[in-house]
């Protein structure tokens, strides 16, 4: 019951976090955006994806000091452990981001365990929120949404990202498991 009601608190921080970086997201699209590289070219930060990210981490431990990170741009190489943690993406789709391409969305996700509990993904752009809590669903806007009713992969809407790292090997890979998706059954 403990973990439940941390769950819970958690989603409360973690979307209260998401609409402060969603505030600062709106307001940076209006203005150029200076960015710089990290592993690849297409690997972008802004200071925008780093004031996103401190906003939201000081709001966790404002409520949590003793939790741990694991945030895109500050803690992304710390292991995964038992410990309560939260996983941080302040801007998914930087570079649609630099671009002034709408989908932009703030990501948050709480584990305890290892297992994700609570998690909210926002647009501020588009005004569409994301919240879920293991075991209880899923809900856009405060909404349940629900899986369609296809049961063939030609009649599902799929949709993926590269992502940053296009290199032969790693391209390929991501076409193959492209490949193995399509041609998997629908359940």
């Known amino acids: 019951m403990a973990e439940i009601a941390l769950a819970r608190e958690a989603l409360e921080v973690a979307i209260a976090a998401a609409n402060r970086a969603g505030d600062l997201i709106r307001a940076s699209l209006i203005q150029a955006r200076n960015f710089v590289t990290k592993s690849t070219e297409v690997d972008l930060v802004t200071e925008t994806d780093r004031e996103c990210e401190r906003v939201i981490m000081e709001a966790v431990r404002t409520r949590f000091p ?3 990170f694991i945030a895109e741009e500050t803690a992304s190489m710390l292991p995964l452990t038992e410990a ?6 302040p801007i998914d789709g930087t ?3 630099v ?3 709408p989908f932009i969305v703030t990501a948050i996700g709480f584990a305890i365990n290892r297992q994700i509990v609570a998690a909210v993904v926002n647009n501020p752009v588009l005004n ?8 209880e669903g899923t809900f856009l ?3 349940r ?3 369609s009713g296809a049961t063939h992969v030609e ?3 799929i949709s993926t990202n590269f992502g940053h790292e296009r290199s032969g090997s790693k391209l390929q890979l991501q076409q193959q498991c492209m490949q193995r998706l399509l041609a998997a059954p629908c359940h």
């Not at 309560?84 to 993406?89: C, G, Q, R, V």
């Not at 569409?128 to 075991?135: D, K, P, S, T, V």
Request: proline share 3%.
């Open 66 to 68: 003793d939790h741990k």
């Open 84 to 89: 309560p943690t939260w996983i941080i993406d």
């Open 95 to 97: 570079t649609n981001f």
């Open 99 to 101: 671009h002034g391409f």
């Open 128 to 135: 569409e929120q994301y919240a879920a809590l293991r075991g």
């Open 141 to 143: 806007n405060g909404k």
């Open 145 to 147: 949404l629900r899986v």
């Open 155 to 157: 009649r599902a809407l």
